[in-house]
């Protein structure tokens, strides 16, 4: 399954459920009958880690916008 899944937040535990459930019907697994809840699940973990990563570049801008900063401050005093 997903690497996602095993982190300890789950966030689309509803998908991963749906997905369980109809995996334990072998035969819809291997005749493609779970294809549904199987890009309901890529679709939502797709989102959340398009906002994580969207935080994390905006963390990463201000943590860089503070850094300039301080070294214009420190040059400042020369």
């Known amino acids: 399954m997903h690497p996602q899944l ?4 789950i966030v689309c535990m ?3 459920q ?3 459930a109809c995996h334990a019907n072998n035969w819809a697994r291997l005749t493609g009958g ?8 890529n679709m939502c973990l797709r989102k959340e880690r398009v906002e994580r990563s969207t935080r994390n570049r905006t ?3 201000e943590k860089r916008l503070k ?3 301080a070294w214009k401050e420190l040059h400042q005093d020369d």
């Open 34 to 41: 779970c294809n549904q809840e199987k890009d309901s699940l």
């Open 59 to 61: 963390q990463a801008k």
């Open 14 to 16: 509803e998908f991963i």
């Open 67 to 69: 850094a300039e900063r």
């Open 6 to 9: 095993s982190d300890k937040r």
């Open 18 to 20: 749906a997905l369980d």
